[in-house]
């Protein structure tokens, strides 16, 4: 990255990687679990949190010297909560098929805690430049797991990617369901999504010891 | 970081600030918007009519409106009268649509006569009767345009909700779960019996049309279950008008 200084690089790359805010970090866990079950949906996820972490760790990152300490999550919560009203009437007006489709995760993004847990960590703390690259580092690093977690999820649960059937139509029995595959509903549920973040976490610290915890 | 903003004097002006603003800037944005907002919701609910007496752009297996350009002229070309219901009286109301079914199931509840707008459709000679319903689902509202011929028999259904889970519950707007209720019966033996949601229905090709059951979504059983007592409880108000079509 010829734009960017090293130090500039590594809040994209760490949060890719060894510092990743779902894996490592373990925030994020509830939307993980809620829009798993569907590779679109989880999309979706990544790119609202995306635009809202860039953004909102800008404007936190302006205000950082004049927010009170006492109020500051409070501060934070108001940030978050009016950025995403804002985009969701905008979309409303002027978008409106895509504002349905983002309606069910309005309420998502306002509670994800690693939006909060950007903002207390690292914007209150640093500039403008430096917290956008670190908002876009961090909802990349989400954004990943989440897409992960959704293939497994949605192409062992329903046999479906995007909606689209790659594995063959399991009530008419083709493709793979001719030979007697069947899809495993399990997969669908909130606690698969929690078995296969735990099967993410478990490779990435066996591959890289250092990041296994002493406790 | 300066003493200045630990005072509580700076903290308390600080807070007053920021909520004027915030407020401020929300309810600007809010109020200059509302009238576009207004006019693609009621663009939604012709379409979402249409939908359901069968004027759409469906594809193989994704459920697709008209546009919303050519939605105001279909659907005063395909709807011919709009019907309000109200404690057995049945009068014409040319803004129907626009009635807040949510609204009505809350003055019901206290104790009004509740208005219920009923959508006479007219294609290819058939003739449809849309009635809007909303229920509850597992997070949040769900509500459901279903058009039905004179003798309840669904011809057609539009599903929505407001934040079913994605992957499940949110399926119930998918064609495969929707296109289940063509053909099946709301009446059993002349009883008003509705559709139920169904799991071990052992019938995921719906080929029994006269069992007022469908199948289920697998693993969105709470949201099943509401789409089950919406069809239930709203679509039972209808059924003194449809025995008064069949006497006359």
């Not at chain 2, 707007?173 to 002349?190: A, V």
């Not at chain 2, 719906?206 to 069992?211: A, L, V």
Request: include cysteine.
């Amino acid at each position: 990255m010829g734009l960017l200084s090293k130090k500039d690089a590594a809040l994209i790359k760490d949060p890719l990687a060894d510092n990743n805010p779902i894996t490592i970090q373990v925030l994020g866990i509830c939307s993980a679990l809620a829009i798993t079950a569907e590779l679109e949906a989880a999309i979706v996820m990544s790119v609202s949190v995306l635009f809202v972490l860039g953004i909102g760790n800008v404007v936190i990152s302006l205000m950082r010297n004049i927010i009170p300490s006492k109020i500051r999550i409070i501060v934070q919560l108001i940030v978050v909560a009016a950025l995403v009203i804002i985009v969701d009437q905008v979309l409303k007006a002027f978008a409106y098929e895509l504002s349905k489709t983002l309606s069910v995760f309005v309420g998502l993004i306002i509670t994800n805690c690693i939006i909060m847990g950007r903002f207390e960590a690292f914007a209150l703390a640093n500039g403008p430049w430096r917290s956008f690259l670190d908002g876009i580092g961090n909802s990349l690093g989400y954004g990943v797991i989440l897409i992960i977690v959704a293939f497994f999820r949605e192409l062992l649960g329903a046999g479906t990617l995007l909606g689209f059937k790659v594995l063959g139509d399991p009530i008419e029995k083709t493709g793979v369901y001719a030979f007697g595959y069947e899809n495993n509903g399990f997969m669908l549920l909130a606690p698969m999504a929690l078995i296969v973040v735990g099967i993410i976490i478990w490779i990435q610290r066996s591959r890289n010891t250092a990041l296994v915890e002493d406790h | 970081m300066s003493k200045k903003t630990d005072s509580n004097v700076y903290t308390i002006i600080f807070a007053i600030a920021m909520v004027i603003v915030v407020g401020g800037l929300l309810a600007f944005t809010a109020s200059a918007l509302r009238p576009r907002i207004n006019n693609n919701e009621r663009l939604e609910k012709q379409q979402n009519i249409l939908y359901a007496m069968g004027v759409n752009a469906n594809d193989a297996s994704s459920a697709v409106f008209v546009s919303t350009a050519e939605a105001p002229e279909l659907f005063s070309k395909y709807i011919t009268k709009q019907l309000v219901i109200q404690a057995g009286e049945v009068s014409e109301d040319e803004n129907a649509y626009l009635i807040d079914v949510k609204k009505e199931q809350a003055s019901a509840k206290a104790g009004n006569a509740r208005r219920l707008p009923l959508f006479v459709g007219n294609k290819d000679g058939k003739t449809f009767y849309i009635a809007p319903i909303r229920g509850k689902g597992l997070w949040d509202a769900i509500w459901a345009y279903v058009a039905m011929d004179e003798n309840m028999v669904v011809q057609g259904a539009y599903f929505d909700h407001k934040g079913e889970t994605a992957g499940l519950g949110a399926n119930i707007k998918q064609r495969y779960f929707m296109d289940d209720f063509i053909g099946e019966s709301l009446m059993s033996n002349g009883e008003f019996k509705g559709i139920t949601v169904a799991k071990g229905n052992n019938d995921p090709k719906n080929e029994r049309k006269d069992d007022n059951k469908v199948d289920a979504i697998a693993g969105a059983t709470i949201t099943g279950d509401g789409v089950t007592a919406m069809l239930k409880s709203e679509l039972k108000q209808y059924v003194p008008y449809f025995e008064n079509l069949k006497n006359n």
